[in-house]
């Protein structure tokens, strides 16, 4: 599948073709997205809850979400790769924003960042594109702010924060950014958001009116345990068959059943 780029965004949008994002932390993971017509890899700060078992994003490092992204670009070289800015490493200063924005490009070869605001990241935007770095802007429910939220929480639900939304959607679209993940806003909103904007929409429980969607790999695998997102839907159940797997390998290994002659030297 050829690559695409960022200019094939908006290309996309205009030709009402969806686009279809997941998230992947590793090279094996990414190999098979890359090879089941995955448009973008995103490196997601979710890693953090998914494979390291935090209880939120707020820990990831520059250094940490660096060695994942390392990772997923060897296993999907051909692929598009969006690095998830994690907290507070943008945040604080525009020169250290642009530094670590620029150490995702040149150090683990994304193809661009992602980070999390409305209108007061849109200064941050307009510098980081005009350096030559394509962001990738989110807003809706930011699990970066989960803590000032006050937990995960639907957003854009009064006709206040949807308006307030929407003007700051169009901010960040003029403010360069090349694409919107809209996350957990109702769907009414997310369809006016896109037919507003030029750029496209990811929505992740955002409605299928978005431009196109994201998900979780943990959450479309059957990977992340017993609690499914009310945005997810698991299409395979791949914990339950690897939990089946290894329990016949340790029964088999008991039983002196393996190695057996074909698995020895």
């Known amino acids: 599948m050829k690559k695409i780029s960022v200019s094939t965004f908006a290309k996309r949008k205009a030709a009402n073709e969806k686009l279809v994002m997941v998230t992947s932390y590793d090279a094996p993971a990414a190999r098979i997205a890359a090879s089941a017509g995955i448009d973008i890899l995103l490196v997601g700060d979710s890693v953090a809850m998914t494979v390291l078992g935090l209880a939120s994003t707020i820990p990831m490092t520059m250094d940490e979400m660096l060695h994942h992204t390392k990772a997923v670009r060897r296993g999907a070289p051909d692929s598009f790769v969006v690095f998830d800015m994690p907290f507070m490493s943008y945040q604080a200063d525009t020169a250290e924003a642009l530094r ?19 209108a007061e990241v849109a200064p941050l935007i307009r510098q980081l594109v005009s350096s030559g770095i394509p962001v990738m802007a ?19 639900k009064t006709e206040e924060d949807a308006a ?13 950014a090349f694409a919107l993940v809209l996350e957990c806003i109702p769907a009414s909103l997310g369809k006016k958001i896109t037919e507003s904007l030029r750029i496209p929409t990811i929505g992740i429980g955002s409605g299928a009116d978005c431009s196109g969607q994201v998900q979780v790999l943990h959450d479309v695998l059957g990977l992340g345990g017993d609690f499914l997102p009310r945005h997810a839907k698991r299409y395979a159940e791949l914990g ?22 074909a698995n020895s030297f």
């Not at 429910?141 to 957003?155: C, R, T």
């Not at 339950?240 to 002659?261: H, S």
């Open 100 to 118: 670590n924005a620029a150490r995702a490009l040149k150090e683990a070869d994304a193809d661009a960042v992602k980070l999390e605001g409305g």
């Open 240 to 261: 339950k068959i690897a939990e089946n797997a290894l329990k016949q390998y340790a029964d088999e290994v008991k039983a002196g059943v393996f190695p057996g002659d």
């Open 138 to 156: 989110h807003m809706g429910l930011m699990p970066q702010h989960v803590q000032a939220l006050g937990g995960y929480k639907v957003q854009g």
């Open 164 to 176: 307030r939304l929407l003007a700051e959607a169009k901010i960040i679209e003029e403010a360069g």
